[in-house]
């Protein structure tokens, strides 16, 4: 069990720009989670995956954003035409089922 | 829609000490899991205890025991023995059956040698 992995720890871009984040889940868990945390606030939830398929979205997922998750493996998270209001920790869970949900380290988003 | 309360935002116990951080919820549902998850200071958010509303026993993991009243819509954790790596930001969090998770604003621990 290597844990949720996370890429990358930090991404600095201007506004305007595009960016995509990488999550690895624990190997053998079929449900994958994405979450936005602003300082000092808990996380709030913006997709989830079981296996392959999409199964729900947040209206805080705005046009902008578009996640996948080919072949039911890692998933990425892509942002267009990045805003100030983007700047978060943008946190990955996975969990086999209903089981408890493990984290990763996060990916840091600042927007210049 | 589902919300969760943490009303204190920050709590102070000294080493070896007790403290109580507390937790309300807002379901129309029966059947569904709380938890409490630690991230330190920027570090991985962990999983600390969970309960699962059906249990009417309260859950215990060590010095982490929780304090569950379902018909007050209630989940306190309760930090036994205090230790200096128990400071951190703690969340309250609900879940639906095996859907996502809804966090509370936080807590924030700190520990005093």
């Known amino acids: 069990d290597t844990g949720v992995s996370q890429d990358p720890r930090h991404k600095i871009t201007k506004r305007g720009q595009n960016v995509t984040f990488r999550c690895d889940p624990i190997?053998?868990?079929?449900?994958l989670y994405w979450y936005r945390q602003t300082l000092g606030q808990g996380p709030e939830f913006l997709t989830y995956?079981?296996?392959?398929?999409?199964?729900?979205k947040s209206r805080l997922l705005s046009d902008r954003f578009s996640a996948e998750r080919p072949k039911g493996s890692f998933s990425t998270l892509e942002i267009q035409r990045t805003e100030q209001g983007d700047s978060a920790m943008y946190l990955c869970?996975?969990?086999?089922?209903?089981?408890?949900?493990?984290f990763g380290d996060g990916t840091r988003l600042s927007i210049l | 829609a589902q919300t969760v309360t943490q009303s204190q935002p920050e709590m102070s116990v000294q080493e070896a000490e007790t403290v109580t951080l507390s937790c309300t919820y807002d379901?129309?549902?029966?059947?569904?899991?709380l938890f409490w998850y630690k991230q330190p200071p920027s570090r991985q958010m962990i999983l600390v205890i969970r309960?699962?509303?059906?249990?009417?026993q309260n859950a215990t993991e060590n010095r982490f025991s929780v304090n569950f009243q379902k018909a007050a819509k209630s989940f306190s954790l309760k930090i036994s023995d205090s230790q200096l790596g128990d400071a951190a930001m703690y969340f309250c969090?609900?879940?639906?059956?095996?859907?996502?998770?809804?966090f509370g604003a936080g807590t924030i621990l700190r520990v005093k040698s």
């Open positions: 969090a609900y879940r639906e059956y095996g859907n996502k998770l809804v």
């Open positions: 190997s053998e868990h079929n449900r």
């Open positions: 995956f079981q296996n392959e398929a999409q199964l729900e």
């Open positions: 309960q699962e509303a059906y249990k009417q």
């Open positions: 869970a996975s969990s086999r089922d209903h089981q408890p949900q493990h």
């Open positions: 379901t129309s549902e029966s059947d569904y899991y």
